[in-house]
């Protein structure tokens, strides 16, 4: 499919980029995607019990179809008869197993209800970073769901479906082979003009920047180390977005990291909204202007398998329970990523359950020499002005390689001041060995990995 598509001129890769579009349009934004939309926008001001009252039904139902009509749980014991909403949730999950990723690779078809006809199935599969990628199933009515928690998000910022965009994902939609601009295509039925992230270098910075600049576009979306790239050649070539251009930026796909957030912000003159979710179809959260991340408890159930503990959060790997997956249920499935919840409210005024960040997978953590397992690196690089992007890389549990991009103004006084603040997180003891990089490789999704990690951690030893 891809070669036929990359023989074709540009017009007609336009012409097939706008049929995609369309599609995609189709299969998301059906009548049930606005009724949807519509009643998550009416739940956003509930009341806390009330929001967990609506979490309870809908986890109740999803236990007993999962009990009657899924293979994987027909042992499940029935969900709590517990008056209180919350008490039930907790008593109901308290007698579910963690689901492993494992367990549902081996035996997939074991977690698809058999009472949903077969030409309702979608199907797709994770993207992958490593290892094999997932099978994976919905229905139009989980896709719904699922863009209604991005649409709420978006539509409280000013943003509506048909407003013209730009996008920085990692569709390959210009062939990689191609040396000469446009690096990018046009969705026209949705006025959407998608870049591609494997053309972004510096020869072609100029090009891209003229493109950004001419688009009628009302927002962005993105991959955040995409979107950051982009941002960097703006300043770079002192061509900022005037203000008032966009309303928005929304980031997902990758954890959005610190250093990104700021130059994003600043090259595309508007904020960056933030949203977790995956391709099961299984969790949803949303930023708020305190950089929070809601979980929308109307869409999941989000629990903590807690390593850490302060007065102020709990952390450690998530176990989520997807409400509105009608086809494959996931209860209390360990999706791979951690994440930090607060005990308090969120000062933005927002009840339920937030989260100050999901970082990432739980792979991406470094482990000291002591055997202490770090994450949040990102901020080792936070306030390193003189460097573009950076990757942490750990074989061995005494050392660590850290490939970084240098700026203009990178010079021996900004490389003594990165290893200042690498050993301030990491300790004194960890080896390690600083290789300036033209650029960091991506994944083969083009995503981008702040931290690889083959050290295996005994998760009987200390987090910090
Ligand atoms: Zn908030």
Known sequence: ?????????????????????????YIRYRPIFHHRLAELQASMHLPLDEIHSLQWRRLERLVNRARKYVPHYKTLPAPSAASDGQVAIRETLDTIPVLRKETYRESSQNFVATDVPKREILRGKTSGTTGTALPLYSTKSTLAAEYATVWRLRSSHG?????PHMTFNGQLIVPVKQVKPP???????????????????????EKYVDA????KSVYVDGYPSALYQAAQ???????????????????SSESLLAYQREIIEEAFCAPVWDRYGTAEFAVSMTACEEKNLHVDMEYCIVEV????????YVRGPLLVTGLANDVTPFLRYSIGDSGTRLKKPCPCGRVGDVFLDVDGRNDDFVVTPEGR??????????????????????????SIDVLYVPGRHFDTGSESALRREIHSRLGESIHVRLLSV??????????????KSSVIWNSSEEIS
């Open 1 to 25: 499919m891809n070669r036929i598509y990359d023989g074709l001129p540009i017009v007609g890769q336009n012409a097939a980029c706008t049929v995609a579009g369309m599609y995609r349009q």
């Open 159 to 163: 943003v509506g479906i048909r407003d």
């Open 183 to 205: 690096y990018w295509r046009s969705n026209w039925s949705q006025h959407q003009v998608l870049f591609s992230i494997y053309h972004m270098t510096i020869r072609n910075r």
């Open 212 to 215: 950004i600049h001419s688009t």
């Open 233 to 251: 050649m703006m300043l770079e070539l002192g061509r900022p977005l005037e203000e008032g251009r966009l309303k928005a930026v929304f980031t």
């Open 305 to 312: 398998d807690v390593v850490e503990e302060t007065d102020d």
């Open 373 to 398: 397992r770090v994450g949040r690196l990102d901020h080792i690089f936070k306030d390193q002005r003189g460097l573009i992007e950076a990757q942490i890389r750990q074989e061995v549990s005494d």
């Open 438 to 451: 033209d650029a960091i490789p991506r994944e083969a999704n083009g995503k981008f990995r702040a931290v």
